[in-house]
């Protein structure tokens, strides 16, 4: 990869919530509960309320967990990124700190892997994207996974010379690795693109710049195939 110039200007942060029981939540739904007769029988009726509350507090935070992550590889969905991303652009604005970079990656002909090598081998290869990602990252930063083979990186507060650094790190880390599915081996291959997150730009703008940049660096790494 070429040495990018940044000077002109999310553990990570994925989720794994456990599967949803629809018996489990209609089984914390309230019930009617008897006369009270006594101060005993009220504090028991309260302690019990406590626990339904509790139980039902838990459900929730798990299906608001399970609506932003993506099944497959445990990562932020699009949904949980941009709510990260408006989030680090409001403290952005806030504090005056420096912003930080977003990342967008493709993974390249990776149509290919499922035609050749079956779903099975296109969804290990997802999964060793995901992998691959999270241990290339600090514990503040957040992971995602957009569509299909589109992932996405969210590194705040962070100077640009060490942004850089992380960016040429993780492309090393990605372009190097080979997947082993059954007997085949298939050498992971991808293209990024970045934007440098400023206290006035918006998702949709980043996105768009990032998204730019993905599409001039596929282009170069095709032409560079082809030759």
């Known amino acids: 990869m070429n040495t990018l110039s940044l000077s002109n200007r999310t553990l990570p942060r994925s989720l794994t919530p456990p599967p949803f029981d ?3 939540f209609l089984d ?11 101060v005993e029988q009220a504090l028991s009726l309260l302690h019990d309320a406590e626990e339904l509350i509790r139980a039902q507090e838990d ?9 932003l992550t993506d099944t497959l590889t445990g990562l932020l969905n ?18 005056e700190k420096r912003a930080g970079l977003l990342i967008l990656l493709d993974l390249d002909s990776f149509a290919q892997v499922n035609d050749m ?3 099975d081998a296109g969804d290990n290869c997802l999964q060793t994207v995901a992998n691959v990602l999270i241990n290339e990252v600090r514990s503040s930063d957040y992971v995602a996974r957009l569509e299909s ?11 640009m010379k060490a942004a850089g650094a992380r960016l040429e790190t993780i492309d090393r880390a990605l372009n190097n690795r080979v997947m082993h599915s059954r007997a085949h081996a298939i050498p992971l291959k991808a293209s990024f693109g970045f934007a440098v997150l400023q206290e006035t730009e918006t998702p949709e703008t980043l996105l768009m ?6 599409y001039t660096s596929k282009a170069r790494r095709k032409m560079g195939m082809k030759g």
């Open 22 to 24: 629809a018996g489990t």
């Open 28 to 38: 914390i739904m309230p019930r009617p509960r008897p006369a009270i007769d006594s």
């Open 59 to 67: 459900q929730i935070r798990e299906l608001k967990k399970y609506a």
């Open 78 to 95: 699009r949904t949980g990124f941009l709510g990260a991303l408006r989030r680090e652009l409001v403290i952005a604005r806030r504090t």
């Open 117 to 119: 090598y079956g779903h």
């Open 149 to 159: 083979d589109s992932f996405a990186l969210l590194l705040p507060q962070i100077s």
């Open 209 to 214: 710049a990032a998204d730019k940049r993905l």
